[in-house]
């Protein structure tokens, strides 16, 4: 069960990184519409802005990351609930909610602003929900097996 779970928790983070790295992609292959100075000016502040909330979503998604390791603890590994809060809670609290949030505020100055972000951050915990459905088959699979397989008269422990 602890390899299962580390591998669910690799492909977590993977998931993340594409995404960020598809956001990142994304900020560098905008390009300036005006020309002149200031407008040189405005888009390498645009550049640096995006970038700065690219690695606060990727510390966002490794930390979120992380919370798969709850699955370790049988009784939140038992309960569906908290096994979905583990792989997909943490990701709409500490990635979608503070970037929806934050795209809502600058709604007002800048329509496009964060859109990118707000797509992935939306995007990411879809995913985790989809490995989630995947983990909790594979999982009842091993149960469903565990309560049928016996080693020496002994049901085995998952």
Same mark, same amino acid.
């Not at 919370?67 to 038992?78: A, E, P």
């Given at each position: $069960?602890?390899?299962?779970?580390?591998?669910?928790?690799?492909?977590?983070?993977?998931?993340?990184?594409?995404?960020y790295a598809?956001?990142?992609?994304?900020? $560098?292959?905008?390009?300036?519409?005006?020309?002149?100075?200031?407008?040189?000016?405005?888009?390498?502040?645009?550049?640096?802005?995006?970038?700065?909330?690219?690695?606060?979503?990727?510390?966002?998604?490794?930390?979120?990351?992380?919370?798969?390791?709850?699955?370790?603890?049988?009784?939140?590994?038992?309960? @569906?609930?908290?096994?979905?809060?583990?792989?997909?809670?943490?990701?709409?609290?500490?990635? @979608?909610?503070?970037?929806?949030?934050?795209w809502v505020?600058?709604?007002?100055?800048?329509?496009?602003?964060?859109?990118?972000l707000l797509?992935?951050?939306?995007?990411?915990?879809?995913?985790?929900?989809?490995?989630?459905?995947?983990?909790?088959?594979?999982?009842?699979?091993?149960?469903?097996? @565990?309560?049928?397989?016996?080693?020496?008269?002994?049901?085995?422990?998952?």
């Amino acid at each position: $069960m602890n390899k299962i779970i580390i591998r669910y928790w690799i492909i977590d983070l993977l998931i993340g990184l594409v995404l960020y790295a598809a956001y990142t992609v994304t900020i $560098m292959n905008k390009t300036e519409t005006d020309t002149g100075f200031f407008a040189d000016v405005l888009y390498l502040f645009n550049i640096v802005l995006n970038l700065g909330y690219s690695l606060l979503y990727l510390t966002a998604v490794v930390v979120c990351s992380f919370s798969v390791f709850f699955n370790f603890i049988k009784k939140v590994r038992h309960n @569906a609930v908290l096994s979905w809060l583990s792989f997909s809670g943490a990701p709409i609290l500490g990635v @979608a909610i503070p970037v929806i949030s934050l795209w809502v505020s600058t709604y007002g100055v800048s329509k496009n602003l964060l859109t990118e972000l707000l797509i992935l951050s939306i995007v990411y915990p879809c995913f985790t929900t989809i490995l989630y459905l995947l983990f909790r088959r594979k999982y009842k699979k091993l149960i469903s097996m @565990a309560n049928t397989d016996t080693v020496d008269g002994k049901i085995k422990q998952i």
